[in-house]
């Protein structure tokens, strides 16, 4: 991996040409305590897109992987968030970029998308459907599932579901909760209806925590919906149907 600073936070990346020739590059956005390598290397997201002749970055948000680490929840808005994927697409000289984030990574792609929409040449966004607006999801108590001394102090399934994930990752716990904290905004109707870019929303049929894919689509002017037939929030993700799906859009976008 390399680093570079983002405003005074040191931002892990990797940056994997294509198999064949120069190509179009696409940055890649993970969820919320995950990492680069659990979102997009694990899944065969990288070998699919470098297969199909595309340039992938991928970075680990702050607070996650090999990134800096800060515990005050304000370090972490979803615009402060969109910035370090701004500053690296500048790092890499890279003018203009496709960009995929899955769920919290989603929520940072709609924000990169809005404040620079010179600067995405569309934007990808799984896991995230009408909940980028409405605001609802995640249950509230994932920040205390974080500190809590054990895993068996948690009553609530979801967020003992993202205590465990967050343990197998290897994350800092602390930094997670203040990212929780402070990475919730929203985006209001008027909002998403002045993203220019081509969007694709892509959520499992089955997937109770990022809201209606069709809904938020209908929102966007250039957008469209992907279901994942029988695909919940986690397994969503790396799901054929969801690749096939993200490959054809790539293709006959503008």
Not at 20 to 30: R, T
Not at 125 to 132: A, N, P, Q
Not at 179 to 203: D, F, H, K, W
């Amino acid at each position: 991996m390399q680093t570079f600073d983002s405003d005074g936070v040191s931002i892990a990346y990797i940056d994997v040409p294509p198999k064949e020739g120069a190509a179009d590059p696409i940055l890649l956005i993970h969820g919320f305590a995950s990492n680069h390598i659990v979102n997009w290397v694990n899944t065969s997201w990288v070998r699919t897109l470098t297969g199909a002749g595309r340039r992938v970055i991928a970075l680990d948000n702050r607070g996650h992987g090999r990134s800096g680490k800060l515990y005050d929840p304000e370090a972490y808005g979803s615009d402060l968030m969109a910035e370090d994927a701004r500053r690296l697409l500048d790092h890499l000289g890279i003018p203009r970029a496709d960009v995929m984030g899955y769920s919290m990574g989603a929520r940072i792609t709609a924000f990169l998308a809005l404040a620079h929409p010179d600067r995405v040449r569309s934007a990808l966004l799984g896991g995230l459907g009408l909940h980028l607006v409405e605001g609802r999801g995640l249950p509230a108590g994932i920040p205390e599932a974080m500190e809590v001394p054990s895993r068996d102090d948690i009553t609530d399934p979801t967020a003992r579901m993202f205590r465990v994930f967050a343990e197998q990752t290897g994350s800092d716990l602390r930094a997670l909760a203040a990212c929780m904290r402070g990475s919730r905004q929203t985006l209001s109707r008027a909002e998403v209806a002045q993203i220019e870019v081509p969007v694709l929303v892509a959520v499992g049929t089955t997937d109770t925590v990022a809201g209606s894919g069709p809904a938020l689509a209908a929102l966007i002017p250039e957008a469209r919906a992907l279901d994942i037939p029988n695909r919940d929030h986690n397994l969503a993700v790396g799901d054929k149907v969801h690749k096939a799906g993200v490959l054809e859009f790539l293709d006959a976008r503008p």
